[in-house]
C-alpha cells in the first residue's frame, strides 16, 4: 500500500525555515522589530505542524511517510531555532557602553558633514530656530 | 528612520531639524534617501571621526570588521545643550519618533 503524503512535516518545515529568513522582512516595521513576535510565531506553528507530523509518521508508519525526513526536518528546524536565539538573545544586545556620550545638560560636539547632496551640514545649522534631534545609525553600506 | 521621516511635520512645526549620521558614503546616502523619500539630511562620516567624538562608535561590527556607530538619538537644544540622549541595549530597537517628540516638550525653554 502506497503510503501517504505527511503534509505537516513539510509545511512545517518551510514555516520554520520562513521564521529564520523573514527576519529581515519584519524588521522593516518597529513592532516587529523591537521583540520579534512574528519570528517567534512562524516557530512555533513549524514546530506544532512538524510535531505532529513526526508523531504521525512513528505511530502509523505503515500509513504516513516521513520517519527518516521527518526526524531530518526537526533537527535542521532545531539548529535554525537556536542560531535565531543566539543573534536575539545575545549578537543584538552587543552594545557598546557609550559611558563617554554626552549627557544631558553637556554641550554636544559640534561637527561639520557632507549631506546626501554634498552639502555641508554643521550642528550649527541645525539648532536654530528650537534645536535638532540627531540620529546615529549603522548605516547600509 | 523611516518613522521619522513620516512624523517629520510634527519636528518642522516644533522647529526641530532632523538629521542622522552614519558612515555611509553621500552616494549611498543619496541613493537611500532617494529610495525611501528622506528629506531629511543624512551626514555622511565616513572616517567615524564625529562618531567617535559622540562615543557610539561600534568597533567592527561593520562589514568586513570596520567601525559603525551603534544606534543612538540625541536632542540638541538651541543653545547646543543635550536634553535629551536614547542610548539602546538592543540593535533592533530604536527611539521612536514620539520619545523624541515628548523629550522636546519636556526640554526647559532657553532664555
Same mark, same amino acid.
Given at each position: 500500500?502506497?503510503?501517504? #503524503?505527511?503534509?505537516?512535516? #513539510?509545511? !512545517? ?20 522589530? /523591537?521583540?520579534? #513576535?512574528a519570528n517567534l510565531s512562524l516557530f512555533g506553528i513549524g514546530a506544532t505542524l512538524l510535531i505532529f507530523g513526526l508523531f504521525r509518521a512513528l505511530g502509523r508508519p505503515?500509513?504516513?511517510? !516521513?520517519?527518516?525526513?521527518?526526524? %531530518?526536518? *526537526? ?7 537556536? @542560531?535565531?536565539?543566539?543573534? %536575539? =538573545? ?15 545638560? &553637556? ?7 557632507? /549631506? ?6 554643521? =550642528?550649527?545649522? $541645525? ?6 534631534? $540627531?540620529?546615529?545609525?549603522? !548605516?547600509?553600506? | ?6 512624523? @517629520?511635520? /510634527?519636528?518642522?512645526?516644533? !522647529? ?11 552616494? *549611498? ?6 529610495? #525611501?523619500?528622506?528629506?531629511?539630511? =543624512? ?11 559622540? /562615543?557610539? $562608535? ?28 536614547? =542610548? ?9 519618533? &514620539?520619545?523624541?517628540?515628548?523629550? *522636546? ?7
Amino acid at each position: 500500500m502506497k503510503r501517504k #503524503w505527511n503534509w505537516p512535516l #513539510w509545511v !512545517g518545515f518551510v514555516v520554520a525555515v520562513g521564521g529564520l529568513f523573514s527576519y529581515e522582512f519584519f524588521a522593516q516595521f518597529p513592532l516587529t522589530r /523591537d521583540f520579534p #513576535w512574528a519570528n517567534l510565531s512562524l516557530f512555533g506553528i513549524g514546530a506544532t505542524l512538524l510535531i505532529f507530523g513526526l508523531f504521525r509518521a512513528l505511530g502509523r508508519p505503515q500509513l504516513y511517510r !516521513g520517519k527518516v525526513f521527518g526526524t %531530518i526536518f *526537526i533537527v535542521i528546524a532545531v539548529a535554525l531555532f537556536a @542560531l535565531f536565539s543566539y543573534e %536575539i =538573545l545575545y549578537v543584538l544586545k552587543q552594545v557598546p557602553l557609550s559611558a563617554q556620550a554626552p549627557r544631558v545638560g &553637556e554641550k554636544a560636539p559640534s561637527f561639520s558633514l557632507p /549631506d546626501q547632496n554634498g552639502k555641508e551640514v554643521a =550642528l550649527a545649522d $541645525l539648532l536654530s530656530p528650537n534645536g535638532a534631534v $540627531l540620529i546615529f545609525y549603522r !548605516g547600509h553600506w | 528612520m523611516r518613522s521619522f521621516q513620516s512624523r @517629520l511635520s /510634527d519636528f518642522t512645526s516644533r !522647529g526641530v531639524h532632523v538629521a542622522a549620521i552614519s558612515v555611509d558614503s553621500k552616494e *549611498i546616502n543619496r541613493l537611500h534617501s532617494q529610495k #525611501w523619500g528622506f528629506t531629511f539630511p =543624512l551626514l555622511s562620516d565616513a572616517d567615524a571621526e564625529v562618531i567617535r567624538r559622540y /562615543d557610539v $562608535l561600534h568597533r567592527g561590527a561593520g562589514p568586513k570588521g570596520t567601525d559603525i556607530a551603534r544606534p543612538a538619538e540625541f536632542y540638541v537644544d538651541l543653545a547646543g545643550t543635550v536634553q535629551w540622549v536614547n =542610548l539602546t541595549e538592543n540593535i533592533a530597537v530604536r527611539a521612536r519618533p &514620539e520619545q523624541a517628540l515628548g523629550a *522636546i516638550d519636556a526640554a526647559p525653554p532657553i532664555q
